[in-house]
């Protein structure tokens, strides 16, 4: 499928993004655990590793200017397979560093953390949240930004506040989530096995819709930059 190669395309023109994704990782663990401790810490880590998601995965847009723009326009694909390419690796990536945070998670279980099915539950709501960030950014990229005179200060304003935007929502809603926890714990009334396994409907309905808005937005750039000069 050539939507796989334009895919490998833009991890090979971002490469050097990728040095740095280790170093994000360990400041999301310092800022985890600077927040909070536990479990929650490790939510707050994957919102960290959610907002640098947001904000590398638009990075081959800035990467595909100049020469590298008719290198890869002189490649034989269709539209649809150059924009379905470069959604591919920005939901690739989105989902690389959210399994990053998955594996932490697997070390906090051998260290002795107990981690809760709601964790679990609230992990999935922030991954759909992180890819229809994703989702969204490419989308006005292909629509709205791209060859403007105003793209770098636009660009960077798109590719930083909604995940910036997201992290700080997502921690408020990670400590109401822990208190409504607390609260069953302490015996007022809520079974905590039903309410985990609701939340953890809620993540997978939030995945899947989010999955299907990708989709949808690759459809829609296609059809709407079809007769432009690059896709």
Same mark, same amino acid.
């Given at each position: ?19 740095? !994704?280790? $170093? ?18 490790? #939510? ?11 904000? *590398? ?29 470069? *959604? ?8 690389? #560093? &959210?399994?990053?945070? @998955?594996?932490? &998670? &697997? ?14 539950? !609230?992990? /999935?709501?922030? #991954? ?28 960077? $304003?798109?590719?930083? @506040?909604?995940?910036?935007?997201? *992290? ?10 822990? &208190? ?32 299907? /808005? ?18």
């Amino acid at each position: 499928m050539r939507a796989i190669q334009f895919m490998k395309i833009d991890y090979m023109m971002t490469r050097k993004q990728m040095y740095i !994704v280790p $170093i994000c990782f360990l400041l999301s663990l310092v800022v985890g655990r600077a927040i909070s401790e536990g479990e929650i810490s490790l #939510l707050v880590a994957f919102s960290y590793m959610l907002f640098v998601a947001s904000t *590398f995965s638009t990075a081959p847009f800035g990467y595909c200017v100049g020469k590298n723009r008719g290198f890869l326009l002189m490649l034989p694909a269709t539209v649809r397979e150059r924009v379905a390419g470069r *959604f591919l690796y920005g939901l690739s990536f989105v989902v690389l #560093l &959210g399994a990053l945070c @998955a594996i932490l &998670g &697997g070390v906090y279980v051998l260290l002795g953390i107990d981690i809760p099915l709601w964790v679990a539950a !609230v992990g /999935l709501c922030e #991954l759909a949240i992180g890819i229809f960030i994703m989702t969204a950014e490419f989308f006005f990229f292909y629509l709205f930004g791209e060859g403007k005179g105003n793209w770098q200060y636009l660009s960077n $304003i798109v590719r930083v @506040a909604p995940g910036m935007a997201m *992290f700080f929502v997502a921690c408020n809603w990670i400590e109401e989530i822990d &208190g409504m926890q607390n609260t069953v714990a302490a015996g007022m009334g809520i079974v905590p096995e039903p309410l985990n396994g609701k939340l953890m409907q809620i993540g997978w309905a939030a995945l899947a819709v989010a999955l299907l /808005l990708t989709v949808a937005a690759v459809v829609i750039c296609a059809k709407v930059i079809e007769k432009r000069d690059y896709a």
